[in-house]
């Protein structure tokens, strides 16, 4: 039932910042893990960060030390701060529970990174 927005993508140069955010339309309280995925032209969906209900948070080895995944309980909002990005990061970037669910998948907002 719960229907994610992804927002905040666009072009930015390599070693630039981009600040994504994921709206819910209904309440994730009850959702142990969010998580923010990518897709690369040609490459299968992958997690890239994770955070549960109580704050832990993980990352892909490739993207530790320059991503930074939050959330908001209040305003009902995931947050994934992109700083330092490489122009392998990137994709289309989505939100999602984790292990995702099908009926939760948005638009996904793209992310450019070249020079």
């Known amino acids: 039932q719960v229907q994610l927005v992804e927002s905040g993508g666009g072009w930015v140069q390599p070693g630039g910042s981009l600040r994504l955010s994921c709206a819910a339309s209904?309440?994730?309280?009850?959702?142990?893990?969010m998580g923010w995925y990518r897709q690369a032209p040609g490459k299968q969906r992958e997690l890239v960060a994770g955070i549960t209900s109580s704050g832990s948070t993980n990352y892909v080895d490739s993207v530790k030390g320059r991503f930074t995944i939050s959330r908001n309980a209040a305003k009902n909002t995931v947050y994934l701060q992109m700083n330092s990005l490489k122009p392998e990061d990137t994709a289309v970037y989505f939100c999602?529970?984790?292990?995702?669910?099908?009926?939760?998948w948005g638009q996904g907002t793209q992310v450019t990174v070249s020079s």
């Open positions: 209904g309440s994730i309280f009850n959702i142990n893990v």
């Open positions: 999602n529970a984790v292990p995702p669910r099908l009926s939760s």
